[in-house]
């Protein structure tokens, strides 16, 4: 994701240039994708210490990689915070194909990993466009408790939108 990120933060040809609509709907973007990985890593546990077991619950109840879909929106953030608005279709399909490649050898890891109960799961919740028809049932009442340790793993989201922020202060 480096290098399409470097031309949003470098580049200022077709900038758009009202700070305040940038600032609004860049802000808004951010949080929608900080938001959704802070929910994916409540349930998920990456990067936590907790035993792994295949996750259902929550946002995975809806898509199998509400993660990748909070980094996608994150970037598209950087797009808008930079002012590169003409990027964001660029940048969508540039994470189509990256996270694409990355699922299908995620997914032949965790099918080895989860055998039938991850086939069901397949079948079940799709890849990457949420079904919205309400939950498949499954809960995790502590979910909440892994608040505040989702919310400092996810702290670095922030540090790393902050240069395309300043390049809007400061551009």
């Known amino acids: ?71 996608t929106v994150i970037i598209l953030a950087a797009c808008i915070f930079s002012g590169l608005l003409w990027l964001i279709p660029i940048m969508v399909i540039y994470c189509a194909i990256v996270y694409s490649l990355v699922v299908r050898y995620e997914e032949s890891h965790l099918r080895n990993k989860y055998g039938a109960p991850y ?24 979910a909440l408790r892994y608040f505040w340790p989702a919310f400092k793993t996810e702290l670095h989201n922030v540090v790393l939108i902050l240069p395309f922020i300043a390049k809007q202060i400061f551009y």
């Open 1 to 71: 994701m480096v290098p399409p990120l470097l031309l949003a933060l470098f580049c200022t040809w077709g900038q758009f240039d009202n700070k305040t609509v940038l600032f609004l709907m860049g802000g808004c973007v951010f949080c929608a994708g900080w938001f959704l990985r802070i929910c994916s890593q409540m349930h998920l546990h990456y990067r936590l210490p907790q035993k792994k077991i295949l996750t259902r619950t929550g946002p995975y109840q809806y898509t199998r990689n509400p993660f990748y879909i909070g980094n």
């Open 119 to 142: 086939e069901e799961y397949l079948a079940q919740v799709p890849r990457w466009f949420p079904r919205m028809e309400g939950g498949r049932g499954e809960d995790s009442p502590g």
